[in-house]
């Protein structure tokens, strides 16, 4: 008896303790408007990083206003860029001419100087040529055209065989008959 008297009181207990079906719904929409209030404010917090990293990257990626401001320090920064780049890229492709070790560099440097050859000659200078045909009156394409063929070549000395020189002594030697 006293072990039904015990399952009866735990029973109202738990019964007690259970929330009833409005105290369930009134809970779940607190915990809705809470989860709503935060999705609200994580919104918020990225829409102004976001405009906050926006503004950033773009006042350094503008790089025309930045070209308009200071335009000497721009243009003084890509001459010396160019020239290191073009002085370290000649200097790998001229020791790779004579050598038969090639070593990354060099190749690399070899095949950009063939591949901006490539793009100099299909892009860049029929709009060159253009330009200096308009501007100046002469086509530039043939002009280097022209220089390009009339590259002097220096004459090598022709090496004498010994044969030769010997019998042209002998000649001398010998008197006529």
Do not use: C
Not at 70 to 82: I, Q
Not at 84 to 92: D, H, I, N, Q, S
Not at 143 to 163: D, I, N, Y
């Amino acid at each position: 008896m006293k072990q039904e008297s015990n399952e009866k009181q735990s029973k109202t207990l738990a019964a007690d303790k259970e929330p009833t079906k409005a105290e369930l719904e009134r809970q779940m929409e607190e915990t809705r408007e809470s989860l709503s209030q935060t999705v609200q404010e994580i919104k918020d917090t990225v829409s102004s990083q976001v405009a906050s990293v926006k503004e950033t990257v773009g006042g350094v990626l503008d790089y025309r206003e930045q070209f308009q401001n200071e335009p000497m320090v721009w243009s003084l920064g890509a001459l010396s860029a160019g020239f290191a780049l073009g002085y370290t890229l000649g200097y790998a492709h001229k020791n790779i001419k004579g050598s038969r070790k090639k070593s990354e560099v060099a190749a690399f440097a070899n095949t950009l100087a063939a591949e901006l050859s490539s793009v100099g000659k299909t892009m860049v200078m029929p709009a060159l040529s253009t330009k200096v045909k308009h501007l100046f009156g002469f086509d530039f394409a043939d002009l280097l055209e022209e220089m390009g063929g009339e590259q002097k070549r220096v004459p090598r000395k022709s090496a004498t065989p010994q044969r030769a020189i010997k019998s042209a002594a002998k000649k001398k030697r010998k008197p006529p008959k």
